[in-house]
Nanobody
Framework: QVQLVESGGGLVQAGGSLRLSCAAS????????MYWYRQVPEKQREFVAALTTGYSTNYADTVKGRFTISRDNGKKMGYLQMNSVKSEDTGVYSC?????????WGQGTQVTVSL
């Protein structure tokens, strides 16, 4: 059984920073690719960032240069450092891990950026 629990969301002013965390249960985390997605009401969930087991990263163009994805396999934790946030970064952020054909999702954490 794999569970993912996000934390660290909240209200932040535009230009500020926030660090999201994703705590994983179970033993597969070190073997899993890790992803962050976000969703706003009435829009499709969108990809934000990815970090492979080989530590290759990929970012959406909208967050490149501002967000950093990282992981600590020993602690079974994933992170998303969000800097220079903008109003359009508002949304529910969810972490996801993938091992083979299996994908797991967390419940999400709300990030609200105020002007």
């Amino acid at each position: 059984q794999v569970q993912l629990v996000e934390s660290g969301g909240g209200l932040v002013q535009a230009g500020g920073s926030l660090r999201l965390s994703c705590a994983a249960s179970g033993s597969i985390f070190p073997r899993a690719g890790m992803y962050w997605y976000r969703q706003v009401p009435e829009k499709q969930r969108e990809f934000v960032a990815a970090l492979t087991t080989g530590y290759s990263t990929n970012y959406a163009d909208t967050v490149k240069g501002r967000f950093t994805i990282s992981r600590d396999n020993g602690k079974k934790m994933g992170y998303l450092q969000m800097n220079s946030v903008k109003s359009e970064d508002t949304g529910v952020y969810s972490c996801s891990i993938v091992v083979g054909s299996l994908r797991y999702w967390g419940q999400g954490t709300q990030v609200t950026v105020s002007l």
